[in-house]
Each structure stands twice: as structure tokens, then as C-alpha cells.
């Protein structure tokens, strides 16, 4: 069964950094695309990143670019997202999800995505 754990939410300060960590385990197939969403209280849900095993590519979000980075450790099936200069407006659950399947280029995280993390809550706040 597909378990996605995500880790690494808080509160921090605006201006601050926090680094999520999603790790993917129960499947075996090599190709497969690991995104971060996030859902902010009263607002849709927004893709924020999206990596891809294929060549590593990404997609970042315009609110977020510059600011987020999105990596990933194929070994251990772990993607990570690095997020500096945080703002208030950055409040939100962060979910990670994945799409089991062949993406040559990460254009958009705008995938069924296949499994879903139960999400970890990034608080911006003085």
C-alpha cells in the first residue's frame, strides 16, 4: 500500500525557513511525480511544487518562486521542500501527493494524483 509521511511543518517567524520532508514508500514502480500542495483556510487548493524521477524536473507555483525549492532523494524515495523567506500569507496545511506514472517534463502540478499525506501545518506568524 502507498504510505506518503510527510514531516517538518511549524510555526516560524516571516522572513524564516522551514524544510518539509515527504517520504513515498509501498510501491516499486521506477517512474512517478512527488508534488507539494497546500490549502489555506476559506482558499482552494493550490499546487506549490512539483518534482518529477524522470530527469528531476520541477514546477514551482509563481507565488512561490525564488523562494521555495523542491528536491528529491530517489534512493530513498524522500522529496523535500525547502522554503526560505516565508511569509504570512505562506500559512497553510502542505500536503504531499504523488502521480505513479510516466511525466518526461514537470510543466504543472496539475495531475490526478494517485495518493495523498495527511498533510503538515506551516504557520507564518510573529
Known amino acids: 500500500q502507498v504510505q506518503l509521511v510527510e514531516s517538518g511543518g511549524g510555526l516560524v517567524q516571516p522572513g524564516g525557513s522551514l524544510r518539509l520532508s515527504c517520504a513515498a514508500s509501498?510501491?516499486?514502480?521506477?517512474?512517478?511525480?512527488i508534488g507539494w500542495f497546500r490549502q489555506a483556510p476559506g482558499k482552494e487548493r493550490e499546487g506549490v511544487s512539483c518534482i518529477t524521477s524522470s530527469d528531476s524536473s520541477t514546477y514551482q507555483a509563481d507565488s512561490v518562486k525564488g523562494r521555495f525549492t523542491i528536491s528529491r532523494d530517489g534512493a530513498k524515495r524522500t522529496v523535500y521542500l525547502q522554503m526560505n523567506s516565508l511569509k504570512p500569507e505562506d500559512t497553510a496545511v502542505y500536503y504531499c501527493a504523488i502521480y505513479i506514472g510516466f511525466i518526461e517534463r514537470m510543466k504543472t502540478c496539475d495531475y490526478e494524483m494517485d495518493y495523498w499525506g495527511k498533510g503538515t501545518l506551516v504557520t507564518v506568524s510573529s
Open positions: 509501498g510501491f516499486s514502480r521506477p517512474y512517478y511525480a
